[in-house]
């Protein structure tokens, strides 16, 4: 047992550091974010055994899909586990989240290990994992950190040394649930592509021995074959998803459209969520923030040069292909969560610059290290503490007293295919039972009406009290036809129109 604890000391006490994650920002409410009501949705179709598709959208075709009829089955298979064994609650929830959390500061430490000295794998771990930006992140259901777990521990996997066919069919079956949480899980088999493709090059230059290429493309093949198998079982066989219709949804959101002006857009972006998200949040250490958010941040590009040179591995072809694929798509919103999975590579390259700065300054010590970490972690203080301080604050969102009080009001007096148009429909769909609609925004306001009417949608809820939920166009609708629409309903934030025939 003292061997045991010797050997693991340094995971055994980052296990204790990171044990906080269970209790901090597990709360019973949650905000008015869509997505999260759509991952519900399809959480209680897998316990109920219906249809992943079965959403309650009212979807029209010739203003193109408001959303994604379902995600792939991953996260909400993740969340059914958690309400099976604990009820389906937002707080099963925030524990579910918290132990992804958990799980993804332990893993980012066994990816740090191949690099740094065990101490400062730890205070890279904390600064993952404590960043107040993250923990923010827990005030949500969100899939990206359980992504970024499973991205993180099947690039490990892949990376592992171990020769064995059964290892390289679990870590296909890592990378398949990678991709069935996020599509651009996909990355990885695109990663797999570079490295057999580089291999080829290296064998054909003689720096790389022919027989390590064949083992390498066989763990490859089986690992590729073995993920894109598991994904189909989970998504076309078990909790079948129209694949096809996600593939769709986003060839119509990336058609027509400049990559070249989108990705000097989202470099510009990206740049400022990078710094925005090594900030004080408030508090005494701004001057401190900004001495090590621009470290950080100037050490990134040295710091790949310096990996790529000395050998380019699968992880750096995985974080190549992820930005390649973050910076041509157009969408600036996804803030720092997008970077999150990558944000162990984005570390390891900052230290290795690091590392290489001090090398050439003569400084064998890591303690300069230690102390650079920990100024980053003493940094994220006064977010921390506010973070923790508004625990107890309910977040606006389906939980309020108001929004319940409207959804069982829709629930029990609307007909039974009753269509509600609301700003927010999937949360609508999930707490009320009934079907929902939406504004399109790619339309006029002249063809609004004609829009419900092929919609047969006839309800029309505003908000009046939540900035979240302020649908401008749908009240200016309601003032446009209010000679054609009754008020049958309202309370302290909603009212609820009837009519258009």
């Known amino acids: 047992m003292k061997k045991f604890f010797s050997r693991n ?84 929830s925030s524990i579910m989240l918290s132990f992804f959390f958990f799980m993804f500061g332990l893993v980012s430490f066994f990816y740090f290990r191949k690099y740094f000295p065990a101490i400062a794998c730890v205070l890279l771990a904390l600064v993952v994992m404590y960043n107040p930006f993250n923990i923010g992140f827990k005030r949500e259901i969100l899939s990206d950190v359980p992504f970024a777990f499973f991205l993180l521990a099947a690039v490990l996997l892949f990376q592992s040394q171990k020769k064995n066919s059964l290892q390289y ?40 021995l022919r027989g390590d290429f064949i083992s390498s493309l066989k763990k490859t093949v089986v690992v590729c074959v073995s993920a894109l198998a598991f994904y189909l079982l989970l998504n076309a066989v078990l909790f079948p998803v129209p694949s096809g219709g996600i593939l769709r949804f986003y060839a119509d959101a990336t058609r027509g459209e400049d990559f070249g002006k989108w990705i000097l857009l989202n470099l510009d972006y990206y740049y400022e969520v990078f710094l925005n998200f090594f900030a004080t949040m408030g508090g005494g250490f701004q001057w401190l923030s900004t001495a090590t958010k621009f470290i950080m941040l100037g050490l990134i590009l040295p710091g790949i040069v310096i990996a790529w040179r000395k050998k380019i591995e699968f992880d750096d072809w995985v974080f190549l292909v992820y930005m390649i694929v973050l910076f041509i798509y157009p969408y600036l919103g996804g803030g720092f969560r997008f970077l999150l999975p990558v944000l162990p590579f984005l570390l390891k390259y900052i230290f290795i610059a690091f590392n290489t700065l001090f090398n050439y300054a003569k400084i064998k010590s890591p303690k300069p290290v230690y102390v650079f970490l920990l100024a980053v972690l003493v940094q994220y203080t006064p977010g921390l503490i506010d973070q923790v301080n508004s625990m107890d604050v309910p977040e606006q969102g389906p939980q309020e007293p108001p929004a319940v009080e409207t959804f069982d009001y829709i629930s029990q007096h609307l007909p039974v295919d009753a269509v509600i148009v609301f700003i927010k429909p999937r949360a ?74």
């Not at 679990?170 to 570079?194: D, E, H, K, N, P």
């Not at 580089?198 to 054909?204: L, P, Q, S, T, W």
């Open 9 to 92: 000391f340094h995971v055994l006490l980052l296990a204790v550091l990171l044990a906080p994650l269970f209790y901090i920002n597990v709360k019973d409410s949650v905000d008015w974010g869509d997505d999260f009501a759509q991952y519900f949705i399809q959480a209680r179709n897998i316990l109920e055994h219906r249809p992943q598709t079965d959403n309650g959208l009212v979807f029209d075709q010739q203003t193109g899909e408001y959303a994604l009829q379902a995600y792939p089955a991953g996260f909400p298979l993740i969340l059914a586990t958690a309400w099976k064994c604990f009820g389906d609650s937002i707080r099963a």
């Open 169 to 208: 069919v679990f870590t296909g079956m890592a990378w398949g649930f990678a991709m069935s949480i996020r599509g651009i899980g996909a990355v990885l088999f695109l990663a797999a592509g570079f490295f057999l493709l580089h291999g080829v090059v290296r064998v054909a230059l003689k720096k790389e």
């Open 428 to 501: 609508l769909s999930f707490y009320s039972g009934k079907k929902a609609a939406y504004v399109a925004r790619n339309i006029t306001s002249e063809k609004l009406p004609g829009l419900f009417r092929r919609m047969n949608a006839h309800y029309f809820l505003i908000c009046n009290e939540n900035d979240e939920v302020n649908d401008v166009m749908l009240k200016n609708f309601v003032i446009e036809n209010k000679n054609e629409l009754q008020l049958i309903w309202q309370n302290s934030f909603f009212d609820l129109y009837a009519g258009l025939k």
